[in-house]
């Protein structure tokens, strides 16, 4: 809370700490497994794909494997689309971004193309002013654009908030220096965001999706501008 890094890695470094991570990772491996076991064994219809989407919290495109395991009947059910909708929300790599609306504090309406106007790479990032990941992410994403801005780099942040107090104090703390919007208009359905941060990154002169979820935030993103953007 306090942001203390040397105490946090004083903390880390204890027996106590190792033992507690290790618990922790064993717990989760085995909630995995179980899930995943639960799936298989009801692959063949869509009792899997169902079971799927009541145990798992969010997916991401590592699910991918888990939905192509099930049956080609469990996969064109009800739940297996709803399921790969929620995998791929914004399409699949190489595919056409959802096209989405914002509204500015001065009342304009801005579009996908609108945003990505004179860019090269879009950084769509869902996010909210009471989600904890979004706001530790927050300062990856300040550095990028730091370092690429200059080069064509944009972020769009998009708050889910329903508090619009809230939204404005978070962004008078986080001091964000690009384009901010409060979804008014629908953005977030567009984009079937069902948990946060959810963040797409766009090819701002085709408007194809390069990455989304995990693989469009963190180290894998930073490693990605870095592979695009190369010595320029």
Do not use: H
Not at 3 to 20: L, N, P, V
Not at 149 to 157: L, R, T
Request: aromatic share 12%.
């Amino acid at each position: 809370m306090a942001k203390d890094s040397a105490r946090e890695k004083q903390i880390m470094e204890t027996e106590e700490y190792k033992a507690f991570d290790k618990a922790e990772k064993d717990f989760f491996a085995k909630v995995e497994e179980t899930y995943k076991g639960i799936v298989d064994e009801n692959k063949d219809t869509y009792w899997g794909p169902m079971m799927a989407i009541y145990l798992w919290t969010y997916f991401s495109a590592n699910d991918k494997p888990l939905y192509e395991s099930l049956s080609p009947e469990a996969q064109q059910s009800w739940y297996g689309k709803k399921m790969i909708d929620e995998i791929m929300p914004a399409g699949d790599t190489g595919q056409k971004a959802k096209q989405l609306t914002v509204k500015g504090d001065d009342g304009k309406e801005l579009t996908l193309e609108d945003l990505a106007q004179g860019k090269k790479l879009l950084l769509i990032d869902f996010w909210a002013s009471w989600c904890g990941p979004c706001r530790k992410e927050i300062p990856n994403v300040k550095k990028l654009y730091d370092l690429y801005k200059d080069k064509g780099f944009e972020v769009v942040s998009i708050s889910i908030d329903k508090n619009e107090a809230a939204w404005r104090k978070a962004l008078q703390q986080e001091q964000l220096q690009w384009p901010n919007f409060l979804d008014t208009m629908g953005a977030a359905d567009a984009y079937k965001v069902r948990s946060i941060p959810a963040m797409f990154l766009i090819d701002a002169e085709t408007l194809t999706v390069i990455e989304s979820g995990e693989y469009a935030r963190g180290e894998f993103l930073a490693q990605k501008l870095a592979e695009l953007f190369g010595n320029e």
